[in-house]
């Protein structure tokens, strides 16, 4: 058995289950590529005891229970700022799914994933065959829970849409473990198709400990939400969370305590029910003749149903342990003669507030029928529903259709309505041009996906407000500024106020060019003279300070602490005067794009990619930087030579992938079914993609014998390994290329 521990500093043996962090291009994706890890490193992580058990659930027939109770299981995906973080969850009730805490919202203070904000929430049910999507759903959930609970570590989450009417929904048991009791565990570990831990899989001995319940099922990053599922009575009777390294063994959270403080989870509460006692068998038949035969003895008493009544008193015992009104009406719903109900009885009287009768359904019409009246032989018309009001729309373009057809792209449709509501910074007219701008995506899910995740956090966020034109303007620009391993940032010094950081730019650095500004996370602002090497910063740091050009106490740093740049006027090195509102276009370039960055340096970190031709605006500008605006509302910075102030002729041209084989197992062990799609035009470049015979791409440039392509259609949008719809560079011998 082996089982995943999560080393989050947090207070006691239990830590919460590790998370494992995906690659944000791959969010809307049935495979997820793996890019990160929010947590330790799996040697760290891993405890092995005996044999690690948990089994692909699509080894069992679609009939057999593990399947059947594994459809309600699906993956929750977690869109941050800092990439996909998956977890379990598994649907309640019509449109709510219960998961961790940990996961939903509470990725945010997860200090190993560092995000700052969640940006998109999607649950995908069916996911059980690895690296098949066929038979998959995907919904969008509101990432605000309808309830939340870091103590119990359970959220409950709203999907936009009815998951239980194709996957059913797995029911609750308000039952406390005992020890030993044979449990299954379902669940998507590592993010990957859905596996269920049974073998060796009970409640710990003890079952309980500080009201947590003990379990030895297998767990790995992925697993948090998993339901805990009793094995008898095949109910979830808990929520895994967490794991200890020092005891070895898994906690989950009895589902009896989550119950006794969620309000939606109570309806969805069920209890086993009694075994029904066995049939009495007839009267004995004498074989002479027939009759049965009569036993004239002393009567017994009839027999004491022994199961029911012991249910019944483990039911009194927990009711009288939660002392609280619904354990006590799940008692009398099943006890009602017990003798100890009358005791319950007079608690609920004097402490519950009776709730009103069911309403009795209406009466049956009996009013005969008149053998004369004409009955309409036609069909009641049943009433069309749309997964969008605007979809009743006869006039829809090829964008918007592939919106009303998806579930998924329908419901990230009406989280950016709702969030797009709820905001003040984006006019009516700006959003319409952005709405050109995602239908420029036609029928491509992945490119309506992501402009839409895009536009949701761009509402979310307003873009900090340009520098002033006059002295003292101050622009802060939130991101990672962590140089890697072998490069590091002069600090000249630290202030603790911008007004500080300034004055001492003015005194020991007028003049300068290059000096940067970075608030730290403990509020104090750094002033940075230039990036050096590790190895020669000594050397450097040594130079300055005996030409006096920096204080004594100036120092290194990899700028792990800096969480955002202070751009400004009035200081140095002070941008230059703003061309405000000047609208630019991206030149054509060897790459087929242009990076734009969170800031005006190749150090800043690339969001996103313009395509020649497409049109900004640029409103400051800094060295060869500038600051633009992009045709959906956000900004960032790109590097001026490659702007221009008239708009470029832009060559187009497609390709479809030929001189393969048709892909088949045999031709992908033979290497000649597919094409690879790597990340630079070489080789040794990391493959992220593939293509396959018949392929329709774009492409975006070349050079030599390589093509920058990106998917249009054909298998290459969900490929056999890698991820659907990026860019990347692929051989242009496979590949028949047209230009206009």
Known sequence: MAIFIALLGQPGPAAAQDLIGFDAQSYGSVVLSTTQSAGASWDELEVTIDDYNNEHIVNYSSESVFAKMGLSVGRLDVLTDKGVFPCTAFIVDENHILTNHHCVPGI???PRAKATRIDSVMFVAGYTQPGVEEGTEKYTVIAHPVETSEDLDYSVLKVIGN?????GALQLAAKMPADGDPYWVIGHPMGEAQRISREQCRANRPALSDRRLLHTCDTLPGNSGSPVIDASL????????????????????PMAEILSQSEVLKAA????APEQPAPVDPAPVDPSDGTPTVDTGTPEAPPVDQTADALCNALYQEAKAYDQCFAYDVYIEQCDTHPLSIVAKGYLAANCTEEDAATAPPPIDS??????????PTPPKIEQTYLRPWCRSSNLNTTERTICNSQ???GLDAQMESTYNAQSHVSASEQGSWLKTRNSCGANGSCIAQAVIDRIAYLQNPPAPAPSPGNGGVRVVKGNYTLGSNRCYIVAASRTSIAEATGFISQWLRGRSGVRMFQSDNGYYGIVLETVSRSG???RLAQLKSRNAIPGDSYCSTGRRFVAEVLWNGGAPAPSPSPVNRVMYVDNNNSGGLNVRTGPSTSYHDFTELRPGTQVTVFAQQDKWSNIRMPDGRTGWVYTPLLTRTKPRVTQCRARVVNLQPYSTHSRNSGLGFLNVRSDNSTRARVISELYLGDQVQVLAQKGNWARVQCLSGQCQTPYRGTGGVTGWASKKYLSIRCN
């Open 163 to 167: 998951p239980s009417r194709q996957f």
């Open 408 to 410: 998924y792209l329908a």
């Open 269 to 272: 509460l069920t209890t086993p």
């Open 537 to 539: 910063a000594d050397a």
């Open 108 to 110: 945010l203070k997860n």
């Open 234 to 253: 095949q109910m979830v009777v808990g929520l895994h969370h967490a794991g200890s390294k020092r005891d070895a063994v898994n906690f989950a959270i």
């Open 367 to 376: 009013t005969p029928i008149d053998p004369g009246q004409t009955i309409d």
